[in-house]
C-alpha cells in the first residue's frame, strides 16, 4: 500500500506542473517597451476564442511610473484579411494608477490577430501593436 501511494505522489508533481503548463499557456498577458513606456495587455476571459469577445485591460507606465489621463484606444483586426470591424476603434477607460479597460468586438475566426493601441498621455500620440493566434476549435 505504501508503495502506491508513493508512486501517486510521484505521479502528482509532473501533472501539476502540466496543468500550470496549460494555464500559463492560455495567458494572454503581453507587455512591449515604447521608448521610455512600457505598456501591458492582458485580456478576460485569458484565453481568447473564435467567435467570442473580450474585454481589455491595459497597463501604461513610463519610466516605472504608473501613467494616468491618457486618452487610450484599440482596434482588433487580421493583418491578412479586410473585415468591417477592422477600423472600430474601441476607447478605454480610465482606471486609475495606469490601468486602462474597454470591451472589445468579436472574434470572428481563427488565424492571426492583431490589437492596435493608440495612446496620448501629454506627448504625442503613440501607436504599439500586439499580435494574437486564435485556434479554431
Not at 516605472?64 to 493583418?79: A, G, H, K, L, T
Amino acid at each position: 500500500m505504501g508503495g502506491l501511494r508513493a508512486i501517486s505522489r510521484a505521479g502528482a508533481m509532473p501533472t501539476a506542473l502540466l496543468l500550470l503548463a496549460a494555464c500559463a499557456a492560455d495567458n494572454n498577458n503581453q507587455t512591449r517597451q515604447l521608448g521610455d513606456y512600457s505598456v501591458t495587455v492582458s485580456t478576460d476571459p485569458p484565453k481568447l476564442e473564435v467567435g467570442g469577445a473580450a474585454a481589455v485591460t491595459a497597463h501604461i507606465a513610463k519610466d516605472d511610473q504608473d501613467i494616468e489621463r491618457c486618452r487610450v484606444s484599440f482596434r482588433q483586426y487580421m493583418p491578412d484579411h479586410q473585415m468591417t470591424t477592422d477600423h472600430t476603434r474601441h476607447i478605454m477607460n480610465d482606471l486609475g494608477k495606469g490601468f486602462y479597460r474597454a470591451d472589445g468586438s468579436e472574434f470572428s475566426m481563427g488565424g492571426d490577430w492583431e490589437m492596435e493601441f493608440q495612446f496620448n498621455c501629454g506627448d504625442g500620440m503613440k501607436t504599439i501593436v500586439f499580435p494574437y493566434k486564435l485556434v479554431w476549435m
